[in-house]
């Protein structure tokens, strides 16, 4: 089955630097991996995602990186804010509607 | 707006005392899911169902169940709730398709005394 890790587990930056979180994942047959924001009590949100057909989407200050032959994508959020502050899960679909998490990435913004 | 409702978003129960937590949706989506999620881990997928058609998790213990009466309102039970179901209860719902992302409500977080 799919596997997907998530690096690191907690990731601390300076207010107004950037923001790199790396997941793997081990089924090449895996064709979409969407990424989620979760703050403290509220639910996972959709921030972007990418198909496997595209190597890179961005949406404003948010960006995601898909490398298909070493089965790596990652989240690249620059010029954090305050409000970046949360828990950060990656996911790669399986079999169907099956997501495979990774474990998620608490990130703080330090001001 | 569109958007996943999930009520109540705090619920207390006791040790073995049946517990219902409700979801619904104006997304029109066709596919709604129950997560449950313990602290700081990711969530775990207890089933979904793809329009009227159920489908639970090999490891979705017997004590949860679920209904879905229409499209849009999706129900959660536990039938004897044990202190290891203590947990975030989240629903989400996403369109047909296997590229379809999932939009999640705010989560029930669920006590049990």
């Known amino acids: 089955g799919e596997n997907v890790e998530q690096h690191p587990s907690t990731l601390s930056v300076q207010e107004g630097d950037s923001a790199v979180i790396k997941c793997t994942y081990s089924d090449s047959a895996s064709n979409y991996f969407p990424w989620y924001k979760q703050e403290l009590g509220k639910g996972p949100q959709l921030i972007i995602d990418?198909?496997?057909n595209v190597g890179e989407k961005k949406d404003q200050r948010i960006a995601v990186t898909l490398n298909k032959t070493a089965k790596h994508f990652s989240l690249h959020i620059t010029e954090t804010q305050p409000e970046d502050s949360a828990v950060y899960f990656c996911?790669?679909?399986?079999?169907?509607?099956?997501?495979?998490w990774g474990a998620g990435t608490k990130l703080i913004i330090k001001p | 707006d569109a958007m996943v409702i999930q009520n109540p978003r705090y619920q207390v129960t006791q040790f073995g005392k049946p517990v219902t937590l409700s979801c619904s949706q104006t997304l029109n989506h066709n596919v709604m899911y129950w997560y449950q999620q313990k602290s700081s881990q990711a969530p775990k997928l207890l089933f979904h169902y793809y329009d009227k058609d159920f489908n639970n998790e090999a490891d979705t213990p017997d004590n949860f169940q679920s209904r879905r009466p229409n499209t849009s309102f999706c129900f959660l039970d536990i039938r004897s709730p044990g202190l290891g179901d203590a947990a975030m209860y989240l629903c989400?719902?996403?369109?047909?398709?296997?590229?379809?992302?999932?939009?999640f409500g705010p989560g029930t977080r669920l006590l049990v005394l």
């Open positions: 989400a719902t996403s369109r047909e398709g296997q590229l379809a992302g999932l939009y």
């Open positions: 990418i198909r496997s």
């Open positions: 996911a790669a679909i399986w079999s169907g509607y099956q997501l495979i």
